[in-house]
């Protein structure tokens, strides 16, 4: 049933990877629904959360960007936005973006459908489940169930989007929305992408060319958060970067994301209609350290269902990114960060556990 039709561009897709399939595995939407549930699965407790700061009852309020401002033909006016884009960077790695002209029916609908999705049988679902980290189908529970010794809290569905446009068959309107609403984030991406290079103070295709933009892999995440009933005892994601270049997310109206900020968990309650941004590790790359991605987590809750979409946009599988050779200052070394292949890189990150900045740290040079 999961169909796969390449449109646009050939498919480049990337290489084999001997990982284990993941283990056949209940969902925890299955799990969440089974009656009585009063307690979790031993399988599903955290000791303890070894970076549970307190969260911050900060009220500095997240960043926001207002799209329209940074694609503005008024130059004064876009540059201004490029700072506070660039400050947004430095600062928090993390930002909404508001006014960005993808519009809010194709946004709900795209929640809708993925919710639709999660609700057919186990059965139909299967079908979406992929055997290789790459595949670009693939449904599943926890991260990566084969080397994950606790599981996470949360199902999920991630479909390669671009440079080939992946969908599952079911349900049926799954493909139209999905191919219409990632066309529309990408072109939101590709500005704010020009944005944070001009920020850097390099050519605003910098980045774009850099990282083969045009042929950039687009990875949606559908993330679905049943309620847990003791949520204080089991993570939905642990603290990660993401490996790309930026993520453009969004979600229902739960709360349950986190972000690590001056060393404190923040809840992060977005605004609506808007897409909370976040930049990735080959932005920390290209970048030289100088935006650095930032750590974050979701939690869950014991009422609710909480849904979230993520689109990441990662550089092309075969572009291997190094930092940009102009913002090297005196004395650094241009192979802090050694080049890899996107491809390689990826593979890497979703064949191991989620940890932190873990892929990162693997790629740094240290002592250089
Ligand atoms: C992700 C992610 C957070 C969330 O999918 O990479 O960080 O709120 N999701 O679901
Ligand atoms: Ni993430």
Same mark, same amino acid.
């Given at each position: 049933m999961a169909t796969t039709a390449p449109t646009g561009s050939p498919p480049s897709q990337p290489s084999l990877t001997h990982s284990p399939p993941p283990r056949k595995l209940t969902s925890v939407k299955a799990l969440s629904e089974?009656?009585?549930?009063s307690s979790i699965p031993s399988i599903y407790t955290f000791p303890k959360q070894p970076n549970h700061e307190p969260v911050s009852d900060t009220k500095e309020p997240i960043p926001t960007i207002d799209f329209s401002l940074l694609i503005s033909s008024n130059p004064d006016e876009r540059s201004k936005t490029i700072r506070e884009l660039g400050k947004a960077c430095g600062d928090w790695g993390f930002f909404m973006v508001t006014n960005h002209g993808v519009p809010e029916r194709m946004m709900k609908a795209m929640i809708e459908v993925c919710r639709e999705f999660f609700e057919l049988t186990e059965e139909e679902k299967g079908e979406c489940e992929g055997k290789h980290v790459l595949d670009p189908i693939r449904y599943g529970t926890s991260f990566n169930p084969s080397v994950d010794k606790i599981l996470y809290w949360r199902d999920y569905l991630k479909i390669f989007q671009h440079p080939a446009f992946h969908s599952p068959s079911?349900?049926?309107?799954f493909r139209e929305i999905a191919l219409d609403y990632s066309k529309r984030t990408r072109g939101v991406m590709k500005e704010i992408v020009r944005g944070i290079s001009e920020s850097l103070g390099l050519e605003d295709k910098y980045i774009e060319k850099a990282s083969n933009l045009e042929n950039c892999l687009q990875i949606m995440i559908a993330n679905l958060y049943p309620p847990c009933p003791q949520p204080e005892l089991a =993570?939905? @994601?642990?603290a990660h970067s993401d490996h790309g270049l930026l993520t453009l997310l969004i979600q229902n109206d739960t709360v349950g994301l986190q972000v690590l900020h001056k060393d404190k968990w923040v809840n992060i309650h977005p605004i609506p209609n808007s897409f909370l941004a976040n930049i990735g590790d080959h932005i920390e790359i290209l970048s030289h350290g100088k935006y650095k991605s930032v750590l974050h987590q979701a939690v869950v809750n014991d009422r609710d269902v909480r849904i979230s979409i993520a689109l990441a946009h990662a550089p092309a599988a075969d572009a291997a990114v190094s930092p940009a050779? =102009?913002? @090297?200052?005196?004395?650094?070394?241009?192979?802090?960060y050694q080049a890899m292949k996107y491809k390689e890189y990826v593979e890497l990150q979703q064949s191991n556990k989620l940890d932190g900045k873990s892929c990162l740290e693997h790629i740094r040079n240290r002592g250089i």
């Open positions: 089974s009656p009585g549930l079911n349900p049926p309107s =993570m939905g @994601l642990p050779p =102009m913002l @090297l200052e005196d004395g650094q070394n241009p192979l802090a």
